[in-house]
């Protein structure tokens, strides 16, 4: 097992929406500039999330952590939770799970638990980019959709492949490290060392 190096640091951070994952960029907020008090040297983000997708990001100096926690031969598991449009049936809920056809290759196998069930205009603080307008009494659902892989906007492909289109995202834990209820959009904490601990057993 690995243990905590005092020159390495390890933070979980609650991502908002509308920043991008990237150390610097020239047009768009990125998540580090919530990190510039911290003053560490080589601090960047493990992976990354979409602008429009929220939720939890782990944040380090630790460029071989990174690369193991990266590495799609460990399988580390995230879990997002969505809103959707549409309805989903028990068999593009079975076909998720069981692996689907995307553009340029098959995703693996998922685990999807469902949510309930609205109407568009139910959720409309949280779709923030669609206006409901004459759609308001479009059906929409929720659900807990975890991956075992890292693909480009894959949750998002993999619910579209599935005749449904994903209004809100937020990742709400990797490898079983749950995001803390208690950081707001924004907030960061340093990893506890139980939660390092958890995690780095899986990589190492």
Sequence with gaps: MVKKNDSYVYYMFHKPAGCIT??????HPTVMEYFQR????????V??????TEGLLFVTND???NQKLMNPENHVEKTYFFWALGKLSEESHQRLEQGIELRGGRAGASRLVRGRTAVLADIQDLASGIKPGNRKD??????????????????KRMLKAAGCYVVYLKRVSIGGIQLDNQLAPGEFRPLRQDEFQRISMEIY
Excluded: C, N
């Design 138 to 155: 479009q059906p929409v659902f929720s659900g807990y959709l975890t991956i075992f892989e890292g693909r480009k906007h894959q949750v």
């Design 22 to 27: 990237a150390v610097k960029d020239d047009r």
């Design 47 to 52: 992976g990354r999330l979409d602008k429009d």
């Design 38 to 45: 911290e003053d560490v040297p080589g601090l960047h983000p």
């Design 63 to 65: 460029g071989l952590w």
